[in-house]
């Protein structure tokens, strides 16, 4: 629809509305960002526990056989639930990967102290269920977080550097504590971009949905031009401020009820938004164009004159006097007949649509296809319908 392309436009991409259909394509993209992430989160844990795994089988495999078995068992479970994540079972997977690696920590604290720096993966094992886990599992996402965060004094505490049931060579447990600590800053870090572009990504889809909502209650659904909320909330504005340099023009499509009544309401739909169109099309983007009722419309002018009114609408009347409309068997043209009035500081608002009304009759009774305007000082009893 043009009137929402235009605001869509002038609002920017990101402050564009979304329809539902939108919201729903970016909620898949966003799952489809869970369902990657928690794939490098996967294969980012396998890769540390067979790092742990081979590092005991090269120094020394009988006295390190459970971190032997540690690495190489958490691996294949890893493997599992690698490949659990392409049958819809992501979540579960990241679960299970979760769990295994924070007990896989406290394990190698167990066995070579915490001057493995094993426990610093504790940090972005807590921040991974945020990413895994929806928003809406907030309680969850909390207390696993909390249970991560908790594993670190402990391992801390327990077994301090040079404290654990066996110990590595400096050499070997330097190497390995770098390997963890830099394993340990790249999962938190990764966890956190991941977390920051789902929340900026989420509060587009709430903002967007919340932009669709707001212009579905101010926009016609049929030709996307205002319906009659905006121009009244705008026409008060004027009555407070005391403002009265506008005009409003009432325009009525003539003897529109024979093209329904011999065409059908599809042919008339079309006839309305083809006029919608035009009229957006003719007016500058100050001016609010609304569908005022079945096949009328208002358009609220700020800032013109009374002098420049009347051509404008003139211009108007002849360009939807050029209108075409192919409808099945038939060509379709179409007139309008258009009231005016000014603002004048001693009417209301209403009033003066009531004025343009009272225009617009007499350019009906006047014959249609005619425009008739009233200027500020001119009175409008006598015009028309009262």
């Known amino acids: 629809m043009r009137r929402w392309k235009h605001r869509r436009r002038d609002a920017g991409m990101h402050d564009a509305p979304l329809t539902p259909t939108q919201v729903q394509v970016l909620r898949r993209r966003d799952l489809v960002l869970v369902l990657w992430a928690t794939r490098a989160f996967i294969v980012a844990a396998a890769i540390s526990v067979?790092?742990?795994g081979l590092t005991a089988a090269?120094?020394?495999?009988?006295a390190y056989m459970t971190l032997v078995v540690l690495g190489f068992g958490t691996a294949i479970i890893f493997a599992i639930a690698f490949?659990?994540?392409?049958y819809d079972r992501s979540k579960a997977a990241g679960l299970l990967v979760w769990g295994v690696s924070t007990l896989a920590v406290i394990v190698v604290c167990y066995e070579l102290s915490a001057g493995s720096q094993a426990?610093?993966?504790l940090f972005g094992?807590?921040?991974?269920p945020f990413v895994i886990v929806s928003a809406k599992e907030s309680a969850l996402c909390m207390s696993l977080s909390v249970t991560s965060l908790l594993a670190f004094p402990i391992c801390v505490i327990a077994w301090p550097p040079g404290n654990g049931?066996?110990?590595l060579t400096a050499s070997m447990t330097q190497d390995l504590g770098a390997f963890n600590a830099i394993g340990g800053v790249l999962l938190a870090g990764g966890a956190l971009a991941v977390l920051q572009f789902r929340l900026q990504f989420n509060r587009r889809i709430f903002e967007g949905a919340a932009r669709y909502g707001e212009l579905r209650?101010?926009?016609d659904e049929l030709t996307g031009v205002y319906n009659r909320r905006p121009v009244i909330a705008q026409l008060e504005q004027y009555a407070e401020r005391g403002r009265a340099n506008y005009a409003?023009?009432?325009?009525?499509l003539d003897e529109f009820k024979e093209i329904n009544d011999e065409h059908g309401h599809d042919c008339g739909d079309a006839m309305i938004k083809l006029v919608a169109d035009t009229l957006t099309g003719h007016f500058r983007a100050t001016d609010m164009v609304s569908r005022w009722g079945g096949d009328e419309f208002l358009v609220l002018m700020p800032g013109v004159r009374h002098s420049e009114l009347e051509p404008v609408l003139e211009r108007l009347r002849a360009n939807i006097a050029a209108l075409r409309l192919d409808c099945p068997g038939h060509t379709h043209r179409v007139t309008v007949s258009i009231g005016a009035a000014m603002g004048n500081l001693e009417q209301t608002p209403d009033e003066c649509i009531a004025a343009a009304d009272h225009a617009l009759y007499k350019a009906k009774e006047n014959g249609r296809n005619e425009v008739v305007t009233v200027g500020a000082a001119m009175p409008t009893a006598a015009l028309g319908r009262s």
């Open 217 to 219: 209650a101010t926009t």
């Open 165 to 167: 049931s066996h110990q």
């Open 248 to 252: 409003i023009a009432l325009i009525d």
């Open 125 to 128: 094992l807590a921040i991974m």
């Open 83 to 86: 490949a659990a994540t392409f």
């Open 119 to 121: 426990q610093v993966m």
């Open 58 to 62: 090269n120094f020394n495999a009988r």
């Open 50 to 52: 067979l790092v742990v």
